[in-house]
Protein backbone atom coordinates (compact mmCIF):
# COMPACT_ATOMS: atom_id res chain seq x y z
CA UNK A 1 0.00 0.00 0.00
CA UNK A 2 1.49 3.67 -0.93
CA UNK A 3 1.62 6.05 2.06
CA UNK A 4 -0.40 8.91 2.24
CA UNK A 5 0.08 12.00 2.61
CA UNK A 6 -0.45 14.40 5.91
CA UNK A 7 -1.01 18.33 5.71
CA UNK A 8 -0.47 20.52 8.75
CA UNK A 9 -2.84 23.17 7.81
CA UNK A 10 -3.26 26.55 9.52
CA UNK A 11 -6.55 27.08 10.15
CA UNK A 12 -6.58 30.82 10.58
CA UNK A 13 -8.61 32.59 13.40
CA UNK A 14 -11.98 30.52 12.70
CA UNK A 15 -14.21 32.33 9.67
CA UNK A 16 -13.96 29.90 6.81
CA UNK A 17 -13.06 32.74 4.70
CA UNK A 18 -10.22 33.33 6.40
CA UNK A 19 -9.01 29.94 5.24
CA UNK A 20 -6.46 29.73 2.22
CA UNK A 21 -7.16 28.35 -0.75
CA UNK A 22 -4.72 25.35 -0.42
CA UNK A 23 -6.41 24.70 3.12
CA UNK A 24 -9.98 24.30 1.68
CA UNK A 25 -8.49 22.34 -1.07
CA UNK A 26 -6.95 20.00 1.22
CA UNK A 27 -9.95 19.60 3.44
CA UNK A 28 -12.21 18.82 0.55
CA UNK A 29 -9.93 15.78 -0.47
CA UNK A 30 -9.11 14.83 3.28
CA UNK A 31 -9.88 11.13 4.59
CA UNK A 32 -9.47 12.15 8.17
CA UNK A 33 -9.12 15.21 9.93
CA UNK A 34 -7.51 16.22 13.44
CA UNK A 35 -8.86 18.75 14.95
CA UNK A 36 -8.12 21.08 17.87
CA UNK A 37 -10.72 22.93 19.87
CA UNK A 38 -12.01 26.20 18.83
CA UNK A 39 -12.08 25.12 15.10
CA UNK A 40 -15.64 25.82 14.35
CA UNK A 41 -17.95 23.67 13.27
CA UNK A 42 -18.34 25.50 9.86
CA UNK A 43 -14.80 25.10 8.92
CA UNK A 44 -14.92 20.56 9.87
CA UNK A 45 -18.16 20.85 7.26
CA UNK A 46 -15.74 21.87 4.46
CA UNK A 47 -14.07 18.13 5.19
CA UNK A 48 -17.40 16.31 3.90
CA UNK A 49 -15.28 13.08 2.88
CA UNK A 50 -13.60 12.54 6.33
CA UNK A 51 -13.76 10.90 9.53
CA UNK A 52 -12.83 13.57 12.00
CA UNK A 53 -11.56 13.27 15.46
CA UNK A 54 -10.69 15.83 18.10
CA UNK A 55 -7.34 15.75 19.31
CA UNK A 56 -7.90 19.17 21.87
CA UNK A 57 -8.69 20.21 25.02
CA UNK A 58 -11.87 19.20 26.83
CA UNK A 59 -12.83 21.41 30.18
CA UNK A 60 -9.23 22.06 30.50
CA UNK A 61 -7.70 18.54 29.69
CA UNK A 62 -5.93 17.09 26.55
CA UNK A 63 -8.44 14.29 25.44
CA UNK A 64 -5.42 13.18 23.68
CA UNK A 65 -1.80 13.47 24.50
CA UNK A 66 0.80 14.96 21.85
CA UNK A 67 2.52 11.73 21.67
CA UNK A 68 -1.21 10.65 20.95
CA UNK A 69 -1.97 12.84 18.05
CA UNK A 70 1.91 11.62 16.25
CA UNK A 71 0.77 8.52 16.37
CA UNK A 72 -2.85 9.07 15.06
CA UNK A 73 -1.40 10.80 11.96
CA UNK A 74 1.56 8.28 11.14
CA UNK A 75 -0.80 5.09 11.84
CA UNK A 76 -3.30 6.75 9.19
CA UNK A 77 -1.26 7.71 6.61
CA UNK A 78 0.00 3.82 6.68
CA UNK A 79 -2.83 3.17 5.80
CA UNK A 80 -2.63 5.40 2.54
CA UNK A 81 -4.91 8.16 4.05
CA UNK A 82 -5.23 11.84 3.51
CA UNK A 83 -5.05 13.49 6.55
CA UNK A 84 -5.31 16.84 7.32
CA UNK A 85 -4.02 18.01 10.93
CA UNK A 86 -6.15 21.64 11.72
CA UNK A 87 -4.40 23.83 13.77
CA UNK A 88 -6.22 26.74 15.26
CA UNK A 89 -3.97 30.10 13.13
CA UNK A 90 -0.56 29.07 11.98
CA UNK A 91 0.40 26.11 12.45
CA UNK A 92 4.24 27.18 13.65
CA UNK A 93 2.96 29.62 15.91
CA UNK A 94 2.87 28.55 19.83
CA UNK A 95 0.79 25.78 18.48
CA UNK A 96 3.28 22.63 18.44
CA UNK A 97 3.40 22.44 14.58
CA UNK A 98 7.02 21.95 14.67
CA UNK A 99 6.90 18.85 17.11
CA UNK A 100 3.87 17.37 14.42
CA UNK A 101 6.72 17.84 11.80
CA UNK A 102 9.54 16.27 13.62
CA UNK A 103 7.73 13.85 14.48
CA UNK A 104 6.20 13.05 10.81
CA UNK A 105 9.86 13.32 9.28
CA UNK A 106 11.18 11.09 11.95
CA UNK A 107 8.63 8.08 10.53
CA UNK A 108 9.21 8.87 7.04
CA UNK A 109 5.50 10.10 6.38
CA UNK A 110 5.47 12.78 3.47
CA UNK A 111 4.19 16.04 4.57
CA UNK A 112 3.50 19.73 4.00
CA UNK A 113 2.72 22.56 6.26
CA UNK A 114 0.42 25.41 5.05
CA UNK A 115 0.79 28.21 6.81
CA UNK A 116 -2.60 30.38 8.04
CA UNK A 117 -3.54 33.62 8.94
CA UNK A 118 -2.32 34.24 12.66
CA UNK A 119 -4.77 35.28 15.41
CA UNK A 120 -1.43 36.86 16.51
CA UNK A 121 -2.32 39.54 14.00
CA UNK A 122 -5.45 38.89 13.05
CA UNK A 123 -7.40 39.51 15.87
CA UNK A 124 -5.99 42.48 16.46
CA UNK A 125 -6.62 43.70 12.95
CA UNK A 126 -10.05 42.39 13.06
CA UNK A 127 -10.83 44.97 15.99
CA UNK A 128 -9.17 47.90 14.22
CA UNK A 129 -5.52 47.46 15.43
CA UNK A 130 -2.68 47.30 13.48
CA UNK A 131 -0.15 45.37 15.27
CA UNK A 132 2.32 47.80 13.43
CA UNK A 133 1.74 51.50 12.68
CA UNK A 134 4.09 54.53 11.28
CA UNK A 135 4.96 56.60 14.28
CA UNK A 136 3.61 54.32 17.15
CA UNK A 137 4.95 50.86 16.72
CA UNK A 138 7.74 49.51 14.15
CA UNK A 139 7.30 46.26 15.20
CA UNK A 140 5.59 43.60 17.45
CA UNK A 141 6.22 40.84 19.69
CA UNK A 142 4.09 37.71 20.18
CA UNK A 143 4.29 35.56 23.30
CA UNK A 144 2.32 33.04 25.36
CA UNK A 145 0.57 33.86 28.55
CA UNK A 146 0.15 30.31 29.59
CA UNK A 147 1.54 30.76 32.72
CA UNK A 148 2.80 33.91 34.70
CA UNK A 149 5.95 33.49 33.91
CA UNK A 150 5.66 32.81 30.55
CA UNK A 151 5.96 36.57 29.87
CA UNK A 152 9.38 37.12 30.94
CA UNK A 153 11.00 37.23 28.05
CA UNK A 154 9.37 40.51 27.51
CA UNK A 155 10.96 42.03 30.38
CA UNK A 156 13.98 43.59 28.38
CA UNK A 157 11.34 45.46 25.87
CA UNK A 158 11.72 49.14 26.46
CA UNK A 159 8.04 50.23 27.19
CA UNK A 160 6.06 50.60 24.31
CA UNK A 161 8.66 50.14 21.63
CA UNK A 162 7.21 47.38 20.40
CA UNK A 163 3.03 45.87 20.36
CA UNK A 164 2.79 42.98 22.91
CA UNK A 165 0.19 40.38 21.81
CA UNK A 166 0.16 37.59 24.10
CA UNK A 167 -1.84 34.64 23.00
CA UNK A 168 -3.44 32.00 25.63
CA UNK A 169 -2.77 34.42 28.17
CA UNK A 170 -5.96 35.32 29.80
CA UNK A 171 -5.78 33.64 32.54
CA UNK A 172 -2.47 35.22 33.46
CA UNK A 173 -3.57 38.47 32.24
CA UNK A 174 -3.07 40.18 35.80
CA UNK A 175 0.46 38.45 35.20
CA UNK A 176 1.41 40.01 32.48
CA UNK A 177 -0.18 43.83 33.20
CA UNK A 178 1.98 43.60 36.55
CA UNK A 179 5.05 42.89 34.90
CA UNK A 180 4.77 45.44 32.32
CA UNK A 181 4.28 48.12 35.03
CA UNK A 182 6.93 47.12 36.95
CA UNK A 183 9.29 47.37 34.04
CA UNK A 184 8.16 50.98 33.70
CA UNK A 185 5.42 50.83 30.67
CA UNK A 186 3.23 53.67 32.06
CA UNK A 187 -0.47 52.70 33.53
CA UNK A 188 -2.43 54.23 30.96
CA UNK A 189 -0.75 52.33 27.97
CA UNK A 190 -3.93 51.54 25.73
CA UNK A 191 -4.69 47.73 26.18
CA UNK A 192 -7.54 45.37 24.77
CA UNK A 193 -8.32 42.05 24.50
CA UNK A 194 -10.01 40.35 21.64
CA UNK A 195 -12.25 37.45 21.84
CA UNK A 196 -13.86 35.24 19.27
CA UNK A 197 -11.88 37.34 16.41
CA UNK A 198 -13.85 36.99 13.07
CA UNK A 199 -16.58 34.81 14.80
CA UNK A 200 -19.89 35.84 14.72
CA UNK A 201 -20.19 36.54 18.86
CA UNK A 202 -16.45 38.42 19.13
CA UNK A 203 -16.30 41.14 21.69
CA UNK A 204 -13.26 43.60 22.35
CA UNK A 205 -12.35 44.91 25.86
CA UNK A 206 -10.08 48.00 25.62
CA UNK A 207 -9.47 49.81 28.46
CA UNK A 208 -5.77 50.79 30.05
CA UNK A 209 -2.97 48.74 30.86
CA UNK A 210 -3.62 49.56 34.67
CA UNK A 211 -7.12 47.89 34.39
CA UNK A 212 -6.00 44.92 32.28
CA UNK A 213 -6.67 42.67 35.11
CA UNK A 214 -10.07 43.92 35.16
CA UNK A 215 -11.17 42.38 32.03
CA UNK A 216 -13.84 39.99 31.71
CA UNK A 217 -13.02 36.49 30.94
CA UNK A 218 -15.06 35.41 28.20
CA UNK A 219 -12.00 33.03 27.46
CA UNK A 220 -13.92 29.91 27.21
CA UNK A 221 -15.01 28.71 24.51
CA UNK A 222 -14.04 32.14 22.77
CA UNK A 223 -10.22 32.57 22.63
CA UNK A 224 -8.84 35.42 23.52
CA UNK A 225 -5.73 38.05 22.27
CA UNK A 226 -4.11 40.73 24.48
CA UNK A 227 -2.61 43.59 22.54
CA UNK A 228 -0.76 46.17 24.89
CA UNK A 229 0.95 49.45 22.99
CA UNK A 230 -0.23 52.59 21.69
CA UNK A 231 -1.31 51.61 18.44
CA UNK A 232 -4.76 50.17 20.49
CA UNK A 233 -5.86 53.51 20.26
CA UNK A 234 -6.11 53.65 16.47
CA UNK A 235 -8.99 51.11 17.10
CA UNK A 236 -11.39 54.34 18.37
CA UNK A 237 -10.15 55.48 14.44
CA UNK A 238 -10.25 52.50 12.58
CA UNK A 239 -14.02 51.39 13.08
CA UNK A 240 -14.37 49.70 9.53
CA UNK A 241 -16.15 46.78 11.20
CA UNK A 242 -19.85 49.09 11.32
CA UNK A 243 -22.38 47.50 10.30
CA UNK A 244 -22.55 49.73 6.86
CA UNK A 245 -19.18 48.42 5.74
CA UNK A 246 -20.18 45.05 6.08
CA UNK A 247 -23.29 45.52 4.00
CA UNK A 248 -21.75 47.31 1.73
CA UNK A 249 -19.16 44.21 1.43
CA UNK A 250 -22.12 41.79 0.73
CA UNK A 251 -23.90 43.70 -1.73
CA UNK B 1 -24.48 57.67 -7.36
CA UNK B 2 -23.99 55.15 -4.44
CA UNK B 3 -20.29 54.46 -2.86
CA UNK B 4 -18.56 52.39 -3.90
CA UNK B 5 -16.38 49.79 -1.68
CA UNK B 6 -12.52 49.21 -0.95
CA UNK B 7 -11.15 46.17 0.67
CA UNK B 8 -7.72 46.30 1.93
CA UNK B 9 -6.56 42.80 1.11
CA UNK B 10 -3.26 41.04 2.52
CA UNK B 11 -2.07 38.99 -0.42
CA UNK B 12 0.08 36.75 1.46
CA UNK B 13 4.09 35.49 0.73
CA UNK B 14 3.20 35.24 -2.78
CA UNK B 15 1.49 32.16 -4.23
CA UNK B 16 -2.03 32.39 -5.03
CA UNK B 17 -2.83 29.32 -3.27
CA UNK B 18 -2.08 31.42 0.04
CA UNK B 19 -4.44 33.71 -0.90
CA UNK B 20 -7.53 33.55 1.74
CA UNK B 21 -11.11 32.52 0.06
CA UNK B 22 -12.17 36.04 0.86
CA UNK B 23 -9.09 37.46 -1.01
CA UNK B 24 -9.83 36.10 -3.89
CA UNK B 25 -13.69 36.77 -4.09
CA UNK B 26 -12.81 40.09 -3.98
CA UNK B 27 -10.04 40.21 -6.62
CA UNK B 28 -12.83 37.93 -8.51
CA UNK B 29 -15.24 41.01 -7.98
CA UNK B 30 -12.66 43.73 -8.44
CA UNK B 31 -13.29 46.53 -10.66
CA UNK B 32 -9.72 48.42 -9.44
CA UNK B 33 -6.90 46.87 -8.17
CA UNK B 34 -4.04 48.65 -6.62
CA UNK B 35 -0.83 46.72 -6.11
CA UNK B 36 2.65 46.79 -4.46
CA UNK B 37 5.34 45.94 -5.95
CA UNK B 38 6.50 42.11 -5.38
CA UNK B 39 2.75 40.96 -6.26
CA UNK B 40 2.87 38.30 -8.51
CA UNK B 41 1.03 38.32 -11.79
CA UNK B 42 -1.04 35.10 -10.90
CA UNK B 43 -2.27 36.81 -8.06
CA UNK B 44 -3.51 39.66 -10.81
CA UNK B 45 -4.85 37.07 -12.96
CA UNK B 46 -7.08 36.14 -10.37
CA UNK B 47 -8.93 40.03 -11.17
CA UNK B 48 -9.78 39.49 -14.82
CA UNK B 49 -12.41 42.21 -14.71
CA UNK B 50 -10.42 45.19 -12.84
CA UNK B 51 -7.85 47.60 -14.17
CA UNK B 52 -5.38 47.50 -11.93
CA UNK B 53 -2.39 50.66 -11.26
CA UNK B 54 1.14 49.78 -10.04
CA UNK B 55 1.25 51.76 -6.41
CA UNK B 56 4.48 50.00 -5.65
CA UNK B 57 8.28 50.97 -5.75
CA UNK B 58 10.21 50.46 -9.09
CA UNK B 59 13.80 50.57 -9.32
CA UNK B 60 13.95 51.71 -5.39
CA UNK B 61 11.35 54.51 -5.78
CA UNK B 62 7.49 54.65 -5.28
CA UNK B 63 5.83 55.13 -8.40
CA UNK B 64 3.40 56.91 -6.42
CA UNK B 65 3.43 59.02 -2.82
CA UNK B 66 1.08 57.54 0.14
CA UNK B 67 -1.20 60.38 -0.26
CA UNK B 68 -1.18 59.54 -3.98
CA UNK B 69 -2.73 56.05 -2.97
CA UNK B 70 -5.12 57.16 -1.00
CA UNK B 71 -6.28 59.47 -3.01
CA UNK B 72 -6.93 56.81 -5.75
CA UNK B 73 -8.58 54.28 -3.55
CA UNK B 74 -11.00 57.32 -2.35
CA UNK B 75 -11.70 58.64 -5.73
CA UNK B 76 -12.45 55.29 -7.30
CA UNK B 77 -15.20 54.62 -4.55
CA UNK B 78 -16.29 57.69 -4.88
CA UNK B 79 -17.21 56.64 -8.88
CA UNK B 80 -19.33 53.47 -6.92
CA UNK B 81 -15.61 51.03 -7.52
CA UNK B 82 -14.78 47.97 -5.59
CA UNK B 83 -11.47 48.93 -4.99
CA UNK B 84 -9.41 46.30 -4.25
CA UNK B 85 -5.70 47.24 -2.52
CA UNK B 86 -3.66 44.46 -2.75
CA UNK B 87 -0.47 44.39 -0.30
CA UNK B 88 2.08 41.91 0.14
CA UNK B 89 2.32 39.43 3.30
CA UNK B 90 -0.81 41.05 5.77
CA UNK B 91 -2.06 44.78 5.24
CA UNK B 92 -1.30 45.52 8.88
CA UNK B 93 2.19 44.48 9.66
CA UNK B 94 5.00 46.99 8.29
CA UNK B 95 2.91 47.98 5.11
CA UNK B 96 1.27 51.23 6.04
CA UNK B 97 -2.32 49.30 5.83
CA UNK B 98 -3.43 51.09 9.31
CA UNK B 99 -2.49 55.32 7.67
CA UNK B 100 -4.72 53.72 4.11
CA UNK B 101 -7.51 52.35 6.47
CA UNK B 102 -7.45 56.02 8.14
CA UNK B 103 -7.57 57.48 5.43
CA UNK B 104 -10.52 55.68 4.00
CA UNK B 105 -12.39 56.61 7.68
CA UNK B 106 -11.97 59.83 7.39
CA UNK B 107 -13.05 60.19 4.10
CA UNK B 108 -16.00 57.94 5.20
CA UNK B 109 -15.63 55.56 2.48
CA UNK B 110 -17.00 51.98 3.60
CA UNK B 111 -14.23 49.31 3.50
CA UNK B 112 -12.74 46.98 4.79
CA UNK B 113 -9.84 44.76 5.92
CA UNK B 114 -8.80 41.33 5.08
CA UNK B 115 -5.90 39.82 6.62
CA UNK B 116 -3.59 37.70 5.22
CA UNK B 117 -0.79 35.23 5.61
CA UNK B 118 2.11 37.09 7.15
CA UNK B 119 5.27 36.20 5.48
CA UNK B 120 7.12 37.13 9.01
CA UNK B 121 5.95 33.62 9.90
CA UNK B 122 4.99 32.20 6.28
CA UNK B 123 8.73 32.55 4.60
CA UNK B 124 10.53 30.54 8.33
CA UNK B 125 7.37 28.03 7.80
CA UNK B 126 8.14 26.99 4.17
CA UNK B 127 11.96 26.78 4.83
CA UNK B 128 11.53 24.37 7.63
CA UNK B 129 11.74 26.60 10.39
CA UNK B 130 8.70 27.54 13.13
CA UNK B 131 9.25 31.03 14.54
CA UNK B 132 8.14 29.04 17.52
CA UNK B 133 8.88 25.70 18.88
CA UNK B 134 8.81 24.14 22.62
CA UNK B 135 12.50 24.65 24.41
CA UNK B 136 13.83 26.78 22.31
CA UNK B 137 11.87 29.58 21.19
CA UNK B 138 8.13 30.70 22.90
CA UNK B 139 7.97 33.67 21.19
CA UNK B 140 9.06 35.61 18.67
CA UNK B 141 9.27 39.90 17.47
CA UNK B 142 9.10 41.05 14.05
CA UNK B 143 10.58 44.46 13.15
CA UNK B 144 12.10 46.32 10.25
CA UNK B 145 15.02 46.45 8.84
CA UNK B 146 14.55 49.42 7.13
CA UNK B 147 17.41 51.60 8.60
CA UNK B 148 20.40 50.03 10.23
CA UNK B 149 18.13 52.20 13.64
CA UNK B 150 15.46 50.37 12.71
CA UNK B 151 16.52 47.53 14.76
CA UNK B 152 17.54 49.28 17.80
CA UNK B 153 13.92 48.20 19.42
CA UNK B 154 15.80 44.58 20.07
CA UNK B 155 18.20 46.00 22.36
CA UNK B 156 16.93 45.03 25.36
CA UNK B 157 15.93 41.54 24.45
CA UNK B 158 17.96 39.09 26.29
CA UNK B 159 20.00 36.98 23.87
CA UNK B 160 17.95 33.74 22.04
CA UNK B 161 15.55 34.08 24.63
CA UNK B 162 12.47 35.20 21.26
CA UNK B 163 12.97 33.91 17.65
CA UNK B 164 13.75 37.34 15.86
CA UNK B 165 12.45 37.83 12.22
CA UNK B 166 13.05 41.05 10.47
CA UNK B 167 11.14 42.36 7.01
CA UNK B 168 12.97 44.51 4.69
CA UNK B 169 16.15 43.45 6.06
CA UNK B 170 18.03 42.58 3.42
CA UNK B 171 20.23 45.92 2.92
CA UNK B 172 21.28 46.05 6.82
CA UNK B 173 21.63 42.80 7.45
CA UNK B 174 25.43 43.26 8.61
CA UNK B 175 24.38 46.19 10.81
CA UNK B 176 21.46 43.32 12.71
CA UNK B 177 23.93 41.22 13.17
CA UNK B 178 26.62 43.89 14.80
CA UNK B 179 23.90 45.03 16.93
CA UNK B 180 22.74 41.47 17.85
CA UNK B 181 26.44 40.41 18.95
CA UNK B 182 27.23 43.74 20.77
CA UNK B 183 24.08 42.55 23.45
CA UNK B 184 25.88 38.99 23.72
CA UNK B 185 24.10 36.53 21.35
CA UNK B 186 26.40 33.94 20.50
CA UNK B 187 28.24 34.68 17.08
CA UNK B 188 27.17 30.54 16.47
CA UNK B 189 23.49 31.63 17.12
CA UNK B 190 21.44 30.04 13.95
CA UNK B 191 20.14 32.32 11.23
CA UNK B 192 18.71 32.53 7.52
CA UNK B 193 17.72 34.72 5.06
CA UNK B 194 14.43 33.12 3.01
CA UNK B 195 14.33 34.72 -0.49
CA UNK B 196 11.29 34.28 -2.31
CA UNK B 197 9.02 32.30 0.15
CA UNK B 198 6.24 30.17 -1.73
CA UNK B 199 7.97 31.17 -5.17
CA UNK B 200 9.15 28.83 -7.15
CA UNK B 201 12.30 30.09 -7.36
CA UNK B 202 12.93 30.40 -3.08
CA UNK B 203 16.39 29.93 -2.08
CA UNK B 204 17.47 29.91 1.82
CA UNK B 205 20.45 31.02 2.87
CA UNK B 206 21.49 29.22 6.75
CA UNK B 207 24.50 29.95 8.20
CA UNK B 208 25.76 31.42 12.12
CA UNK B 209 24.83 34.89 13.41
CA UNK B 210 28.36 36.39 12.97
CA UNK B 211 28.49 35.57 9.06
CA UNK B 212 24.79 36.84 8.08
CA UNK B 213 26.55 40.19 6.80
CA UNK B 214 27.94 37.68 4.25
CA UNK B 215 24.65 36.14 2.94
CA UNK B 216 24.41 36.75 -0.63
CA UNK B 217 21.87 39.41 -1.28
CA UNK B 218 19.17 38.10 -3.54
CA UNK B 219 16.83 40.33 -2.52
CA UNK B 220 16.34 42.63 -5.86
CA UNK B 221 13.18 41.26 -7.15
CA UNK B 222 13.03 38.32 -4.46
CA UNK B 223 11.88 39.91 -0.97
CA UNK B 224 13.71 38.67 1.93
CA UNK B 225 12.89 37.68 5.84
CA UNK B 226 15.82 37.80 7.79
CA UNK B 227 15.45 34.80 11.08
CA UNK B 228 17.96 34.88 13.82
CA UNK B 229 17.40 32.18 16.69
CA UNK B 230 18.05 28.43 17.78
CA UNK B 231 14.35 27.58 15.89
CA UNK B 232 16.41 27.86 12.71
CA UNK B 233 18.60 24.68 13.36
CA UNK B 234 15.41 22.82 12.78
CA UNK B 235 15.36 23.48 9.48
CA UNK B 236 18.05 20.60 9.39
CA UNK B 237 15.27 18.13 10.84
CA UNK B 238 12.25 19.89 9.16
CA UNK B 239 12.91 19.29 5.56
CA UNK B 240 8.83 18.22 3.89
CA UNK B 241 10.48 20.70 1.17
CA UNK B 242 11.61 17.78 -0.48
CA UNK B 243 10.43 17.02 -3.88
CA UNK B 244 8.95 13.50 -2.83
CA UNK B 245 6.58 15.35 -0.46
CA UNK B 246 5.61 17.92 -3.24
CA UNK B 247 4.82 15.16 -5.36
CA UNK B 248 2.56 13.01 -2.79
CA UNK B 249 0.43 15.83 -2.46
CA UNK B 250 -0.18 16.70 -6.12
CA UNK B 251 -1.03 13.44 -6.72
Redo the contacts between chains.
Sequence with gaps: MS?G?V?LV?A??G????????A??RLADAELVLNDALVPSELLALAPRAQRFFVGKRAGRHSIDQAGIHQLMIAAARRGKRVVRLKCG??????????E??A??EAHI?????????SA??A???A???????GLA???????GHSDD?CA?L????PN??TVVVLMGIRTRAALATRLLARGWPAATPAAVVYGASYPDHVTWRGELAALATAPAHGDPLPGVIVVGD?VA?AD????ARP???T??S?
Tied chains: 1, 2.
Design positions: LFSGGPDPELLTVRTRDPFVLGRGGEALLEPYEVIPGVSIAPALGIPVTHRSGFVVVSAVDGIASLVLRIAYDAAAAR
